[in-house]
């Protein structure tokens, strides 16, 4: 049975700032904390919410999310982060965070929960697949400048 888990919002420096290891465990890309901040910040700006999943007060998971609309899905929840330390999971974390999101996504009337995973991240993949999520189809992508 997984560990009572509780969340969060972090929306303050310092809670962002007890987050920026653990997103980088997902984004490993993001090497500056004050980069990623602003990002953060800037994030916000456009719905973008950050929840810090605690098991006896420390910090084990994140979701990030935001709510959007489309012609595709309608009104829908979009999850772009999700991430439980390295050494949690497996213990059900996972899954209790993507709970949180879909209640989230009810609770806003959206029809959908919606996310990405690299084509390359078969365990992910399986979790999902456990989690009750399905695979709709391919995410294309094109980088117009260079990173």
């Known amino acids: 049975m ?6 969060n919002e972090l929306r303050d420096e310092a809670a962002l700032l ?17 980069s990623y901040l602003a ?14 999943g ?14 959007q609309e489309n012609l595709l899905y309608g009104q829908f929840l979009y999850v772009d982060d999700l991430v439980v330390a390295p050494a949690q999971q497996a213990m059900g ?13 009810k609770q806003l009337g959206c029809q959908h929960l919606v996310l990405d995973t690299g084509l390359h991240k078969a365990l992910a993949q399986r979790f ?8 709709k189809g391919m995410h294309f992508t094109e980088a117009l400048t260079e990173q």
């Open 54 to 67: 605690f098991v006896a007060g420390e910090l084990v998971g994140l979701v990030g999310y935001r709510q």
């Open 128 to 135: 999902y697949f456990r989690c009750g999520l399905l695979a």
């Open 18 to 34: 007890l987050a920026f290891p653990l997103i980088q465990v997902l984004r490993p890309r993001l090497t500056d904390a004050s």
């Open 93 to 105: 974390h996972g899954a209790q965070l993507l709970d949180f999101a879909r209640q989230q996504a």
């Open 2 to 7: 997984p560990s009572v888990m509780t969340f």
């Open 39 to 52: 990002q953060i910040k800037r994030q916000q700006q456009q719905n973008y919410c950050l929840i810090g």
